[in-house]
């Protein structure tokens, strides 16, 4: 009954917080502009690739990176054994687990659930553009004399230019973080300024800093299960490191090879676009939140990929368990099980708890949470550069002295 009672106060939440945001009925477009997802990777672009591989797999996860958080704020100081142990029982996929030993990443995806959402659901319709991306920015980042190896992390560029990011020692990984405004030189998108997810309200100066916890143990089973096909622009699972936090019965070897996509770890959040929702037999959003910055024509298709059926059962859930899901409208909720529409032969979001109760699972809309700070706009008149060193900035990159324009332009 309690573990019901978290998830229903977790749904509605998400409801409080959608429920606000302007739709439209109209359809919504395909895909993210290259400068959108520009946006939205500039943050974590130069974090460790392993590291980096499991974030953009979570964020395809909102739902379950909140309960996670939660979860792992209420479990108080457990050792990373003692998480393992935990971790077993749990139904998260197996992405969501992992930043659970990171919990500086976890708590940052949670807090930004807006930025997190918008960013799986890129990353779900345009694999490979994102990757794209990603090395630009690397390579940016790489040219301004930014991005080099440090007693954190080691950098290496092969004759192709594409950019590797490991930590330095195997087993320890830092989160890092840095004023996306400098860091990569001139942005080349002044209309959509970076998202920034360092201290917030902080000096930030040259280069890439790293909050001050770290993380042992990221070789010795959470972490270098997934890595990145630079070339072939997708995650591979490497099944050789078998996390310890999933079931010994469980058939690891299966997801040997390209990441698929689990349609079931979505817990009933809505797909942004039509065509990834067919991909995954399941519902598109019909509400449109527009942000504020969506203008122009789509960007070059991103790469589709095909998904492996319906498998019944991820990493660290019981076998046959059954599954039934309540979508409800980003102004309606719902819990009679009388809403419940099962689907044959398709994958469907997962259900705990008790059966024959209602289950509330809120659609996320996709856009940028408008009432955010971070998500507005930058002022069209400040330099592309973005503050210069020792200036504070805020969540969204900006600088106090930009704060009466802005503010002038949202009424």
Known sequence: MLKLHSTWVITVLFFFMTMSLPVSAEEPQENYTREHLAQMVAPIALYPDALLSQVLIAATYPLEIVEAERWLKKSGLLTREGIDEALVEKDWDVSVKALCHVPKMLALMSERLAETTNLGNAFLAQEGEVMEVIQELRDQAYQEGNLKSTDQQK??????????????????????????????????????????WGPQETVVGAGIFFWPDY????????????????????IIINVQHRPRFIRHDYDWDSYRGRWHHEP????????????????????????RVYDRRDRGDSADKGTNRSTR?????GPGRQPNSTRQSTVVSPTTVRSSPANVTPRDQTPRPVVRG????????????????N??????????????????????????????????????RRR
């Open 264 to 287: 079931h770890h979505r817990r009933g959040v809505i797909y942004r676009d039509r065509r990834t929702a067919e991909r995954y037999g399941q519902p598109a959003s019909r509400n």
């Open 155 to 196: 950098v290496t560029r092969n004759e192709t230019k594409i950019i590797v990011i490991e930590p330095s020692d195997p087993q320890i990984v830092y989160v890092p973080y840095y004023n996306t405004r400098y860091v990569y030189g001139s942005w080349g998108y002044p209309d959509w300024p970076p998202w920034y």
């Open 215 to 234: 993380y042992v143990g990221f070789g010795l089973g959470f972490g270098y299960w997934s890595s990145f096909d630079w070339p072939h622009r997708t």
């Open 371 to 408: 009432d955010r700070v971070e998500n507005r706009s930058g002022p069209r008149d400040q330099g592309s550069r973005g503050p210069t060193q020792g200036q504070v900035i805020q969540r969204d990159g900006t600088t106090p002295d930009n704060q009466d324009d802005d503010q002038r």
């Open 354 to 369: 008790d059966q024959n109760q209602g289950r509330e699972i809120v659609t996320i809309p996709d856009g940028v949470d």
């Open 309 to 313: 059926g319906n498998r019944d059962d």
